[in-house]
């Protein structure tokens, strides 16, 4: 029997309403005393105590459990656990919880107690107390607890007693095969019990790792391997796991970093912040330091028309239904977190080794894409021999894991490759998908797998697309190297040279977003939505006065037939170096398709225009303003520089 009801309850229950309806008499609430919780001990003592209740876990063989009438420790029955084996069709393991329709009141002991066997040498993996379905703030457990044949008397220490006035969660269970094969367990005597032989509790959270970490504006960290040492009856200490609210948080900067009483820490500003805990009046071991960084700009926005599009994530278009950003396959230490960046979604993957997204219930034709888009930014450091890499995997025409027809293929990225791993800058990966040689199939595309070296990456604008047979989205080779000796230059922006200060690449004034990409390794500014743009550098002008040319490069993916403009203004703030005061000068040229040179769609344009083009900059010795403006609203830009 699942489920017990004590008749005697019942019948008195109804004998006290019926009381109170006939006398009809009226009670002050505030007199009212709260019932109290029975302190029952017995959990399994030749069968289910009163109010029991079993319930299996998600995924698991339900009919595990059984009570059997044959094999027992001591009485009548026991408790029997029948674990399945690999790949058996009702369940992957078993696990299940014993919990009660009303709390009970256990503060008066201090353990739960109980007798096990098995019928081979094992690990259960986990037992524990105070699971309830629901919140289970109560929750400790013991993983890894060795049985053997023979039975065996088992502890799980009540962390803190005063917590336990109202609990519904007696004892759950977790086991899966071992080594493939299924066996039985047994458990008899489940109690809880007052033994006054457990002691001297040591608290630990961050599993004693006083750890140091970066962090960003919006994340959220949780503090893990929360544990108590607890000195047991037989002389050694036992370690139990318990549920991080056990512990009381504090932060040593909470304009920094807050935490809650499940231990996590929300990043709410700039700085340093330390978090520590005390379990009682015990200090825990172990603590953790944020250290705030600043945000990455945020990523180009793509330009690929939404109608050759197949996004999974980007807020430039509508997505397609993805299953989950993070499997938490087995191994998997990827922590994922939603973010914004100026209001722009962003996946951000910390502790990465590798990650599933899974796209498998509805699958993804791309046989008439492409291109596969990935947008990375991390901190991390990305010289060899660190490497990123990218899974695609099709199900094959039965659309589902296995059968034999799963194809898939893996691409690597490093700082060598093309396009190459960057650090603090976004790498486009727009990669042809027949670079992905062993991807035979693309009709039911189900898994992107990630993973690599760079443990923390921020990913958007992930999709497939078709370039159908037009200009590409970007550059696939980096504008040419300029070839000037090194003295007759005043750098901007180059990897070729030493460049000089810029205030800003993009001045609170203007109108475009502006990032930082690689193209083939090479630096490169990537300016979207562009309408006009202000390059500054006030802080330390320029004298230009021996240079006879400006030079810059550009790359653009949109139209450039007239009426497509784009325009080159440089200004000049005069003597006094400053802005106004009636001796700024300027001058703007105006390039289109039949120009010298000619705007193009995908291909760099080089321009070294002599500086006496700017017939309206009578000076050049304090040079502060480059602005650039224009109808194709999306351009790269590398290489600007003065030059003689």
Same mark, same amino acid.
């Given at each position: 029997?699942? +489920? ?7 019948? =008195?229950?109804?004998? @006290? ?29 030749d ?13 698991? +063989? ?6 059997? +009438? ?15 084996? =690999? ?5 992957? #393991? ?21 007798? $096990? ?113 607890? !000195? ?15 512990f009381? #948080? /504090? %932060?040593? !900067?909470? %304009? ?28 825990a ?15 180009p926005?793509?330009?690929?028309? $939404? ?33 914004q @960046? ?48 990218? /899974? ?11 059968g ?22 976004w ?6 998908? %027949? ?7 693309? +009709? ?8 690599g ?21 970007v ?10 000796? $090194? ?5 901007l ?19 475009a ?6 193209? $083939?390794?090479?630096?490169t ?25 400006? #030079? ?7 139209p ?33 398709? !039949? ?27 304090? /040079? ?21």
């Open positions: 029997m699942i +489920k017990k009801y004590n008749l005697y309850q019942t019948t =008195f229950f109804f004998i @006290i309403i019926s009381v109170l309806l006939l006398t009809g008499c009226e009670r002050d609430p505030d007199l009212l005393e709260p019932a109290a919780y029975p302190d029952l001990p017995e959990v399994f003592i069968g289910f105590s009163s109010g029991l209740n079993y319930a299996a876990f998600g995924g698991s +063989k339900v009919t595990a459990f059984d009570v059997d +009438k044959e094999v027992k420790y001591n009485g009548t029955s026991s408790m029997r656990i029948e674990v399945p084996d =690999f790949e058996d069709p009702l369940g992957a #393991y078993a696990g299940g919880v014993y919990f009660t329709d009303v709390g009970r009141d256990l503060s008066g002991y201090d353990a739960l107690t109980f007798w $096990a066997k098995a019928s081979q040498p094992a690990n259960i993996d986990i037992v524990g107390i105070g699971n309830d379905l629901g919140l289970s703030r109560n929750e400790t457990t013991i993983t890894g607890l060795a049985v053997n044949t023979n039975w065996k008397k088992y502890y799980i220490p009540i962390p803190e007693q005063s917590r336990w006035k109202s609990e519904r969660g007696m004892f759950f269970y977790s086991e899966g095969p071992e080594d493939g094969k299924g066996y039985t367990i047994w458990f008899d005597e489940v109690k809880f019990e007052k033994l006054g032989t457990i002691a001297h509790p040591r608290p630990v959270i961050l599993n004693e790792q006083n750890q140091n970490i970066t962090a960003f504006i919006g994340q959220t960290l949780t503090i893990g391997d929360t544990y108590v040492l607890f !000195n047991m009856p037989y002389g050694t200490d036992q370690r139990v796991n318990v549920a991080p609210n056990y009381n #948080y /504090l %932060s040593s !900067n909470e %304009s920094v970093a807050t935490v809650n009483d499940n231990g996590q820490i929300s990043i709410v500003g700039m700085g340093s912040a330390t978090v520590t805990a005390k379990f009682g009046d015990k200090t071991a172990g603590s953790i330091t944020v250290n705030t960084a600043e945000l990455p700009p945020r990523a926005v793509p330009i690929v028309p $939404a109608e050759n599009v197949i996004s999974l994530f980007s807020n430039a278009y509508t997505n397609v239904p993805v299953d989950t950003w993070a499997t938490g396959w087995l191994f998997s230490t990827a922590v994922l977190q939603e973010l @960046i100026n209001g722009d979604d962003v996946k951000l993957y910390t502790n990465l080794n590798f990650n599933g997204i899974e796209f498998a219930s509805q699958t993804i034709d791309a046989t008439q894409m492409t291109h596969f888009h990935m947008d990375i930014w991390t901190p991390d450091p990305t010289a060899p021999p660190a490497a990123f890499k990218v /899974l695609l995997v099709d199900f094959g025409a039965d659309g589902v894991f296995g034999g027809d799963d194809v898939s293929h893996e691409l690597t990225f490093t700082a060598n490759s093309n396009p190459a791993l960057a650090t603090r800058q790498v486009q990966l727009d990669i042809p998908l %027949s670079a992905f040689t062993g991807l035979t199939t693309r +009709k039911n595309l189900a898994q992107l797998v990630i993973s070296d760079p443990n923390t990456v921020f990913v958007d604008n992930v999709y497939f697309y078709s370039s159908g047979g037009t200009t590409p989205a550059p696939t080779t980096p504008a040419p190297t300029p070839t000037f000796p $090194a003295s007759d230059v005043i750098s922006f180059s990897n070729a040279y030493t460049n000089v200060p810029v205030d800003t690449w993009s001045a609170v004034w203007d109108q977003d502006v990032a930082d990409v690689q193209i $083939a390794g090479n630096d500014k990537l300016y979207t939505n562009l309408v006009f743009v202000g390059i500054e550098f006030i802080g330390q002008t320029i004298d230009a006065t021996s240079m006879t040319h400006f #030079y810059m490069d550009i790359w653009t993916p949109d450039t037939a007239l009426p497509a403009v784009f325009r080159i203004k440089l200004v000049d703030f005069g003597a006094d170096g400053a802005f106004g005061g009636g001796d700024d000068t300027e001058h703007e040229l105006t390039f289109n398709a !039949n120009s010298t040179p000619a705007l193009q769609t995908g291909n760099w344009i080089r321009f070294d225009i002599p500086i006496t083009n700017f017939t309206g900059l009578t000076t050049k010795g304090h /040079l502060a303003q480059l602005i650039i403006s224009g109808d194709p609203n999306t351009v790269y830009v590398d290489n600007i520089m003065f030059h003689k």
